[in-house]
């Protein structure tokens, strides 16, 4: 789920009006993918806006081979995309992969925090 709280992830993001959003989450997961592994041409084609602003990670200086650049790419080459968990549920409290479900993931859960 996003890294950042929308009050209710289920309705807000997910589930708008109560119907999966297939093609905004696979097209977020796509996209999120896609800047993990450094490919950011995609948003060329399908965001050109976008393009001109999104190149990809900058190696830092020291970085003369871009071995620490590639390093990085590996090491997200196993993270997890919200599409894949996601799409397999029906209902708010269905459980995510970890044992969450959106509920635990929501702001209005903490609101009496």
């Not at 789920?1 to 209710?8: S, V």
């Not at 948003?43 to 190149?55: A, D, G, N, R, Y």
């Not at 200086?61 to 871009?66: E, F, K, N, P």
């Amino acid at each position: 789920m996003p890294g950042h709280g929308f009050w209710d992830p289920y309705t807000d993001v997910a589930f708008p009006g109560g119907c999966y959003d297939h093609a905004f989450m696979q097209m977020w997961s796509f996209l999120g993918k896609n800047l993990d592994l450094n490919s950011p041409k995609v948003f060329s084609q399908i965001m050109p806006e976008v393009w001109l602003f999104v190149k990809g990670v900058k190696p830092v200086s020291s970085d003369a081979d871009l071995k620490l650049l590639q390093d990085a790419i590996s090491q997200h080459e196993s993270n997890q995309y919200v599409y894949d968990h996601t799409i397999k549920m029906d209902f708010r409290d269905d459980k995510l992969p970890d044992g969450s479900s959106f509920d635990d993931l929501s702001i209005f859960a903490r609101k009496e925090k």
